[in-house]
Structure formats: structure tokens, C-alpha cells
């Protein structure tokens, strides 16, 4: 992870790129209860975050985050992530890696316009559906000859890492050193 000065490379596109080293060190100290802690399926939000209550014959009461409590079959009920994941740049990072954590985290980084996401191997993009500064040229040259974790996600860094892999020859398939453990 880089630090804010690091990331001043970026100009104005930064804050849509990377959380600051403020936002990323007070996610680490939030309280947080990795027992309680859970989504739970939710008929209008699809997931909503919740505390567990109580277990019992494979049911689970949990009080969400809106006060409303609710009891579900125990497979409705899902682990949360602690805060030190909220907004991850990579979610095969993830300790809990299920449908309700991805969506929140792709749901959470897009509310701060940094809509570009990695999952392994893949870049996800969600449209914003407006303009963004993180294309000019600043940006392209900040990508530039930067391996993908040393920058943050971006298409700019896909594209340029497969440009050098071309340059050099190199093949850039799931065999790549790049993507070996």
C-alpha cells in the first residue's frame, strides 16, 4: 500500500484511485466483533449488514444495522470482513470471499468513485455513468512501467503491464510469474 505522498504521482485522480492513509488507518481501529459480525439476505437490498443475536436449530436471529431484527435459515447468514478490508483494492484478498462481501465492497468503492476494483486476476469496472479524472495523461504516465501491486487498480495498469510483457517478449498467461503464489 502506498502512502498519500506516493500517490500525489496521480494528481487530482488519487482520491479515485487509492483511500487515504487516514481513511485506511481508521478502518483498522474500528471496533469490530468477527463472531457477530454478519450480512444477512435481505428482500429489498439483496444483503444487509447485521450482529448475530443468537444461534439455535439452524436458525440465526440478527439484528441489522436499520434495527430490525430477523430470523433466518443459518445459510442466509454470512461472516463480514473486518473494516481493514472495507473498499480493498484486491478482493481475492479477502478473509470472507461470498457474494455479500464482494457486492459490498464493489458498492462501497464505487460511493467514492474509485470504480475500478481488482478480483484476482480480473479488473472490475462499475460504470459511473459520469466523468472522472483518471484518464488524462498524468495518469497514464503515473501507470507506466509499474508492476499491477504497485499501483492501484486501474485499466491503465492491465493495459500497461501486457504492453511491457509484449515489449520483452514474455507471455502473460496464467504460467506468468506475475501470477504464481
Known amino acids: 500500500m502506498s502512502s498519500d505522498a506516493e500517490m500525489a504521482i496521480f494528481g487530482e485522480a488519487a482520491p479515485y484511485l487509492r483511500k487515504s492513509e487516514k481513511e485506511r488507518i481508521e478502518a483498522q481501529n474500528r471496533p469490530f466483533d468477527a463472531k457477530a459480525a454478519c450480512f444477512v439476505v435481505d428482500q429489498k437490498q439483496m444483503y444487509v449488514k447485521g450482529t448475530i443475536q443468537s444461534k439455535e436449530g439452524g436458525k440465526v436471529t ?49 460511493a467514492a468513485w474509485m470504480i475500478y476494483t481488482y478480483s484476482g486476476l480480473f479488473c472490475v469496472t462499475v460504470n459511473p455513468y459520469k466523468w472522472l479524472p483518471v484518464y488524462n495523461p498524468e495518469v497514464v504516465l503515473a501507470y507506466r512501467g509499474k508492476k499491477r501491486q504497485e499501483a492501484p487498480p486501474h485499466i491503465f495498469s492491465i493495459s500497461d503491464n501486457a504492453y511491457q510483457f509484449m515489449l520483452t517478449g514474455e507471455s502473460f498467461g496464467m504460467g506468468h510469474p506475475q501470477f504464481s503464489g
Not at 439484528?63 to 478482493?91: A, G, H, L, S, W
Request: hydrophobic content about 35%.
Open 62 to 110: 440478527v439484528k441489522t444495522y436499520d434495527d430490525t431484527t430477523v430470523t433466518v435459515k443459518d445459510d442466509e447468514v454470512f461472516p463480514m470482513n473486518p473494516p481493514k478490508y472495507d473498499k480493498i483494492e484486491d478482493m481475492a484478498m479477502m478473509t470472507h470471499l461470498h457474494e455479500p462481501a464482494v457486492l459490498y465492497n464493489l458498492k462501497e468503492r464505487y
